[in-house]
């Protein structure tokens, strides 16, 4: 070996002969120098291009010629000058005759061509943009080993006068790409034509240097940020757009898209192939062919096209740092060989140490950079996942509806997404790990020898087990979210029909309904959890077996090998690593399961059939007046492909301006004949074209949780006076002016704070607002009042309404609005029955005029057969509908207008609206600082104080034998050698062997004992949540968005579930190993080994930081975690309602035996803060009365049953059923003795008879039996499993006027002394509604009937009605003694055409 002074040539430099240590070869200043010449250009060479591919596909704009660019170009032009000048030194004295080594001509040659391309490199990362490349940052850091290693050499031989030039050259090489290195580690400027958008608060990292990147230090100004004040939102960057959500969702789309259509054309080619070779066997192999096909094949080529870049690079990182973490063994053999040679000189001692370090820090660096990358990777797949569903979710057909329920779209986002874009951390998990392994077993193979093989065999031994364990947790996970889906279905039901569920009483019979499933659900989650258990320990277990097996092997079978210090230390070091590798795969394996079931859950939703984009033949312009505007012909449709049609044989042909009325029975298949139109339905024949923009209202209005302005704009520009004269046309300015707030009113969830006729207006005006061509309206008469109804029809729908001009075809059961109607059409079972003008069906005597006569309307008014009447003759500007004085002034207030030219005027009012202008408050509020210690004590509670303190015991134990099996391991090391053998190998190997046993058998226990006592946890949570809403009143509610709460039951619960027991246990199992690292390095620094004391304290010091480090992550993933505990308990504390049931009851049964109600200076308001909506309310009804209760809009009626349900309690006076006051009696106890039949008819999923029959009380024949009175036996017979037929979410398989008929035949079965109908006949055709008049009129002759109408001709038969007014009785009386005071009554009674 030559010595550091001699020159890097001779035969005495490489010759393999010398019996020298690994070392003195690998640490020769010849080998580095000849390294540092070559490493540089190589990497340079191979980067290099790659390099400028990227940034010629991804070019940013330019930089300025800066100072910086400047230097680092003169800096490099006179690197070149430096080179081309030895190489013609070199070469002018190879002229001479002087003979020279290779190395002094080849090195500036290759140098010469690498540092040409770096300057070229620098030029173009200026034309593109780059403000401070790491390639070239990594090139100069390589580039500083020649000239050091160089100089090094130079300065020990000292002969500077034998060659001046070579030395002053190497010297001045060596300052310059010092200075190089020293300019790479800065940014230059921001490009001047930059291609995105500028952004107000950019993210520094795009401007930061490599250094600051490679560090994370520009995160830096935020955490001090931070770390001074709480971070509001103008404190965070803004977004760039490869991170937003516009630019990811519609790149996974378009290859979704792309996939998806190439996995169908394979699909089709291999179908076509098996065609020509089986003939006419193709229809019957068709579907499995289908079925071969996997869905997750397309969306996981789509996501990785859209994501390979960022994940390749992350993995790129891992590797790299796993190269490190390798060297890390390595070099410390090198280190013990060097304390074994006495003649090894000092500074490679030193080297060797500095090395080691330097592994160890870059390891970490590259590790956080893979960290770094995943973590954006999963933000960008969640981002883009959750949009993909979102859009499929608009696209959904019908029958695809059906089957995904609004829960398990909820899962899918909050669960399904989050697991997935979790199992991107642990991809590389799959096969990263077993990379160690091999090279863990390389090692010991060098360490050991053959007996290294034995390793194999015992690791291979384990594989089965695993993977039966896999196979089995594959299926408790699916099982796991199918019952998780069928929770989020009712559960998600549940909240938005909350008001219904109260007034029934029906909270327990679904909390034991959601409980059950829930049980059903953590079972799987228990099974699934102990096989992970099962799993992690097999594979921890097998680290410790590789271990026993290989000492026993390699000390028993050959007499010479016996255990030193460098197997020791090296072959602990190797385990190590072998075991975080094994402990790595299952937990990857287990994330992969998961992943693997939410994966296919969500390939299997986003493969749902869509609408038919070519099922209607729409074109966005608007036809001329006269011209064909809707057509179509031949038409059959269905709700699904494999379902009957519900439309046969349409042909319909509407002009533009028409107004087309749809009129016919309950379930004649009106409202499917607009799905038709907009292409809901599924077309089996015929086609279906319309021209111009279409607006559609339906009948069940749908109404956002935001202001007025923003429901009726809906993301329209704003137009003042164009939404004053909708909302002026709609009949809203009476109710606008009532708001708190005027058009900046919340309606809150689901519009809870309005009545169904403001809601349907709200609708309706929304779709008014639009300006449309088409106008698609299902019914939007049947929710108001008929005054009200009269003067929208009027003012908005009819000949000189807001939409004339426009096509409107409307659906109604409003008769009375026919004869102004352009055409009429009849429909019955499905098809058109007959269709006109009113005068023309009218002389055709056919299905109209039976239409008409089953409805027979008393009086010639507006409501009955009636001839047609000119618009001069309606009602218009009725007192309901006029515009309230001082209008014009209350536009002004309620719309914000700074200037009617600026731009300003047409945007939203500034979301930090003042209190008290309406704005919900139950929405979530942002809490700052750490989380309290109070919020681990509640979960550690729900866990149970026993459990905890046993898990911390065996997590105490299974460390302990840890520790006793390494601290064994080092006294077998140390046992003294005689003859080439150890003599206590066996007793050592036994021992050995059993603490690894103990440690096994505590590490299941404890981990087993984590993950049971947070399913515990998790299931008490859970109920108490769920108690905790089911207690709390209406109006909580009213405030609360239901997304708030279904994300308690959803994500917040599956972080419960899931993430806290297993960040608890990675948190254990790191501090109780923090624990046993700190006590090694304590007892592995004895007196005598003083030598060792800097390794020691620069290696196991590292290990302590690496596994404090982990220990600090899982802590901090644990706090965030922990939040979801906290969201959890967030109402607890909310107002609760009274007790459900009271164990002393003044009402004895059988109560109530007459039905006597009694309402004695009655008053309520919705909220504290709100006035009263009724006051001074005082009536008495008698027993079996059938009172009617009517009244304007807002007037108070359906306050006063919620009044008498408790779902309000009341703010004065008292209401007394047969002389009992209502506030002694349980809310359920109450809400059992009074039926309600509300305006909205609500089905929740299950089968027909659990809907029919909540508490499960009658038989089938008295199901039967109610039905055939409601006249619904023929339709449930149709049905698949008949009774058993499970109902679709929210009952949208069946028409609104079945639904409604259905909620009559629930309240028939219970039979109660106490009837409610509020606005129960809304939905339904004249003709139905007289037959359940009929029903009712018999079923409930002898019970006590409040009747809430605002059809006046529903109320003239009840022996009393009362009129309401502003939360007061203004009149009382028989109808015809109100009719005869000519009071407010009367008015109405005029309105309706009755008078």
Not at 758 to 773: E, H, I, M, N
Request: net charge positive; proline share 6%.
């Amino acid at each position: 070996m030559a010595a550091p002074g001699e020159p890097c040539a001779g035969p005495g430099v490489w010759n393999q002969t010398e019996p020298e240590p690994a070392a003195a070869h690998l640490l020769n200043l010849c080998f580095l120098k000849t390294a540092g010449g070559w490493v540089a250009p190589l990497y340079l060479w191979v980067l290099g291009p790659i390099h400028l591919l990227y940034i010629h596909r991804h070019g940013k704009g330019y930089l300025r010629m800066s100072p910086l660019f400047k230097a680092k170009m003169v800096l490099g032009f006179a690197l070149i000058i430096l080179c081309t000048s030895s190489v013609s030194v070199a070469l002018w004295r190879i002229q001479r005759g002087t003979p020279q080594a290779p190395e002094f001509l080849i090195h500036p040659t290759v140098w010469l061509t690498t540092m040409s391309l770096a300057v070229f490199l620098i030029h173009t990362d200026r034309k593109k943009g780059v403000q401070a490349s790491g390639v070239l940052f990594g090139y100069w850091l390589l580039c500083l080993l020649l000239p050091a290693t160089s100089a090094t050499q130079q300065a020990l031989r000292g002969d500077f006068q034998s060659d001046p030039f070579r030395h002053l050259s190497t010297y001045l090489c060596l300052s310059l790409v010092v200075a190089q290195f020293a300019l790479a580690c800065l940014a230059d400027r921001p490009p001047f034509f930059h291609k995105d958008p500028q952004q107000s608060n950019p993210c520094p990292e795009a401007g930061a240097s490599f250094p600051s990147k490679a560090t994370f230090w520009w995160v830096s100004g935020l955490v001090w940020r931070g770390f001074k004040k709480p971070l509001g939102l103008r404190d965070l960057w803004t977004l760039g757009r490869e991170n937003s959500s516009g630019q990811l969702v519609s790149q996974l789309e378009r290859e979704w898209t792309r996939t998806r259509s190439a996995a169908r054309r394979h699909t089709k080619a291999v179908a076509s192939q098996r065609r020509g070779g089986r003939g006419l066997e193709d229809p019957e192999t068709e579907p499995f062919l289908q079925r071969e096909g996997s869905q997750r094949g397309p969306l996981l080529r789509a996501i990785w096209r859209v994501f390979r870049p960022t994940f390749l690079l992350g993995t790129l990182s891992l590797i790299i740092s796993d190269v490190f973490r390798f060297a890390v063994p390595k070099l410390l053999s090198l280190f013990l060989e060097f304390i074994g040679d006495p003649h090894t000189p000092a500074w490679e001692g030193f080297l060797l140490a500095a090395l080691m370090f330097l592994s160890a820090c870059l390891q970490t660096l590259f590790e956080q950079q893979c960290v770094y990358r995943l973590k954006i990777l999963q933000m960008r797949l969640r981002t883009a996942l959750t949009g993909l569903v979102y859009r499929k979710v608009l696209a959904l057909s019908s029958g695809s509806r059906k089957a995904s329920a609004v829960g398990d779209v909820v899962n899918l986002v909050s669960v399904d997404v989050q697991r997935l874009t979790e199992s991107v951390i642990y991809l590389n998990g799959l096969w990263l790990p077993l990379v160690w392994i091999v090279v863990c077993f390389v090692y010991l193979w060098q360490l050991l020898g053959p007996s290294a093989l034995t390793a194999i065999a015992v690791f291979l031994s384990l594989l089965p087990l695993n993977f039966f364990i896999s196979k089995k947790r594959n299926h408790h996970q699916a099982e796991q979210m199918r019952r998780k889906d069928s929770r989020a279905r009712l559960t998600s039901c549940i909240l938005r029909h909350v008001r219904t569920v109260k007034s029934h009483g029906w909270e327990g019979a679904f909390l034991e309904r959601v409980l059950r499933i829930r049980g059903q659900e953590l079972g799987a989650l228990r099974t699934s959890s102990l096989l992970f258990s099962v799993s992690l320990v097999s594979f921890q277990v097998s680290t410790f077996l590789v271990a026993l097996v290989v000492f026993a092997v390699h000390t028993l079978v050959a007499e010479e090998n016996a255990m030193d210090a460098e197997k020791a230390f090296v072959t602990l070091t190797v385990l190590t690593i072998l075991n975080k590798a094994q402990a790595f795969l299952p937990f990857s394996i287990h994330c992969m399961v998961q992943a693997k079931v939410s994966f296919d859950r969500l390939a299997a939703f986003l493969c749902l059939d869509e609408v038919d984009a070519e099922a209607v033949d729409s074109s966005p312009s608007r036809c001329s007046s006269g011209e064909t505007c809707i057509r179509v012909h031949d038409g059959t449709f269905a709700w699904s492909q494999e379902g009957p049609p519900c439309l046969h044989r349409i042909n319909l042909t509407v002009p533009q301006g028409c107004l087309l009325a749809v009129v016919g029975p309950v379930g004649a298949g009106k409202s499917s004949l607009l799905s038709a139109l907009l292409g809901e339905l599924s077309k089996l024949e015929g086609s279906v074209s319309i021209k111009g923009p279409v607006a559609y209202v339906p009948q069940e209005a749908w109404v956002q949780n935001t202001s007025v302005v923003e429901t009726v704009c809906f993301r329209q520009e704003l137009d003042p006076p164009w939404l004053e004269r909708v909302l002026e046309a709609c009949a809203l300015w009476p109710d606008v002016g009532s708001f708190p707030a005027g058009l900046h009113t919340q309606i809150g969830e689901q519009g809870m704070h309005l009545s169904g006729g403001q809601k349907q207006r709200l609708s309706l005006a929304r779709a008014v607002y639009r300006k449309a061509a088409v106008y698609l309206l299902d019914d939007p008469l049947a929710a108001l009042d008929a005054h009200v109804g009269q003067h929208v029809f009027d003012q908005v729908i009819g000949p000189s309404g807001l939409l004339q001009g426009t096509t409107r075809i409307l659906v109604t059961h409003a008769l009375h609005v026919l004869p102004e109607a352009d055409w009429i059409v009849v429909l019955e079972e499905g098809a058109i029955a007959e269709m006109g003008s009113y005068q023309e069906l009218l002389r055709r005597k056919g299905a109209l005029v039976c239409l008409l006569d089953r409805a027979r309307h008393p009086g010639a008014g507006g409501e009955g057969e009636t001839e047609p009447v000119s618009g001069g003759e309606h009602p218009r500007g009725s007192p309901g509908g006029r515009r309230p004085v001082g209008g014009p002034e209350r536009s002004r207030k309620l719309v914000p207008e700074k200037d009617s030219t600026s731009s300003e005027a047409q945007t939203w009012v500034p979301p930090d609206t003042p209190e008290g202008t309406g704005r919900p408050t139950g929405e979530d509020s942002v809490r700052y600082g750490r989380v309290k210690a109070a919020m681990y004590l509640t979960y550690l509670r729900a866990v149970g104080t026993p459990l905890c303190l046993y898990a911390l015991f065996l997590f105490l134990c299974q460390q302990v034998a840890s520790f006793c099996r390494g601290y064994w391991l080092s006294l077998w090391a140390d046992d003294p050698t005689v003859d080439g053998r150890q003599t206590q190998t066996a007793l050592r190997g036994w021992v050995f062997g059993l603490l690894g046993c103990l440690q096994a058998i505590g590490l299941f226990a404890s981990m087993a004992t984590v993950l049971l006592g947070g399913i515990r946890a998790s299931r008490l949570l859970f109920q108490r949540l769920l108690w905790d809403v089911a207690r709390s009143p209406i109006g909580f509610f009213e405030q609360t968005p239901v997304g708030n709460l279904l994300a308690r039951f959803s994500k917040e619960t599956d972080m419960v579930d899931v993430d806290i027991p297993d960040k608890f246990r990675s948190l254990l199992v790191y501090a109780f190993g923090l624990l046993e690292v700190s006590l090694v390095v304590t007892v592995a620094t004895p007196a005598a080994v003083l030598v060792l004391l800097p390794l020691l304290l620069l290696y196991a010091g590292f290990q302590v930081t690496q596994t404090l480090q982990w220990a600090v992550r899982s802590w901090t993933d644990l706090e965030n975690s922990i939040v979801s505990v906290e969201r959890m308990k967030d109402y607890v504390r909310t107002p609760k309602e009274a007790p459900w049931r009271l164990p002393s009851c003044t009402a004895r049964p059988p109560w109530p035996h007459g039905g006597q109600i009694e309402f004695w200076n009655f008053g309520l308001r919705h909220r504290p803060e709100l006035p009263l909506a009724v006051r001074g309310v005082s009536f008495k009804i008698h027993a079996g009365e059938k009172v009617g209760i009517v009244g304007r809009t807002g007037a108070g009626k359906s306050s006063l049953a919620g009044g008498l349900l408790r779902l309000v309690e009341a703010a004065e006076g008292g209401i007394w059923i047969d002389g009992v006051p209502i506030t002694c009696v349980g809310l359920h106890t109450l809400r059992s003795k009074i039926t309600i039949i509300p305006q909205d008819p609500i089905l929740f999923p299950g089968s027909l008879r659990m809907n029919l029959d909540m508490l499960h009380e009658h038989t089938d024949e008295a199901i039967w039996a109610t039905l055939e009175t409601v006249q619904l036996r023929a339709l449930v017979a149709s049905l698949p499993g008949q009774l058993q037929y499970e109902c679709a979410d929210q009952g949208d398989d069946l028409s609104v006027g079945q639904k409604q008929l259905l909620c009559l035949a629930r309240a028939l079965l219970r039979k109660t002394q106490i009837l409610i109908l509020d606005e129960a006949t809304a939905a339904v055709d004249p003709g139905t509604e007289l037959q359940m008049q009929a029903a009712l009129g018999s079923w409930f002759a002898q019970c006590t009937v409040l009747l809430i109408a605002h059809r006046l001709r529903s109320v003239m038969d009840c022996t009393r009605v009362l009129v309401m007014d502003n939360g007061q009785v203004a009149e009382s009386g028989s109808p015809a003694q109100l009719l005869a005071q000519k009071g407010l009554f009367y008015r109405l009674a005029q309105e309706s055409g009755l008078v």
